[in-house]
């Protein structure tokens, strides 16, 4: 079992930044790659970013691309998303969630831990 929280959402005026966090508690070392899906009210969940948790190796969204950074702690057991450049767009619940084997997706089906979301929300 994995168990995962985010914090670090909350109101934020367009062009601003936030810093997502999540800590992962539990088996971490099975992880094998952890990951940001956000849903916005009425929409599907999607992915926004992911990073391999033993590697360097990261993914993202093309919305995500150039304004996102995933990054992760190993010591911390701790994912990070900053996020710049903030649009009303990026709206959503923000979630955490952590894949078990490999490869790497980007399909919220393949992630079996998830976190219980933390709220983004940006005014324009």
């Known amino acids: 079992q994995v168990q995962l929280v985010e914090s670090g959402g909350g109101l934020v005026q367009a062009g601003g930044s936030l810093r997502l966090s999540c800590v992962a508690s539990g088996r971490t070392f099975s992880s094998f790659v952890m990951g940001w899906f956000r849903q916005a009210p009425g929409k599907e969940r999607e992915f926004v970013a992911a990073i391999k948790w033993g590697y360097s190796n990261t993914y993202y969204a093309d919305s995500a691309k150039g304004r996102f950074t995933i990054s992760r702690d190993n010591a911390k057991n701790t994912m990070y998303l900053q996020m710049n450049s903030l649009e009303p767009e990026d709206t959503a619940v923000y979630y955490c969630?952590?894949?078990?084997?490999?490869?790497?997706?980007?399909?919220?089906?393949?992630?079996?831990?998830w976190g219980q979301g933390t709220q983004v929300t940006v005014s324009s």
């Open positions: 969630a952590s894949r078990t084997t490999p490869p790497a997706s980007m399909s919220p089906a393949d992630y079996g831990y």
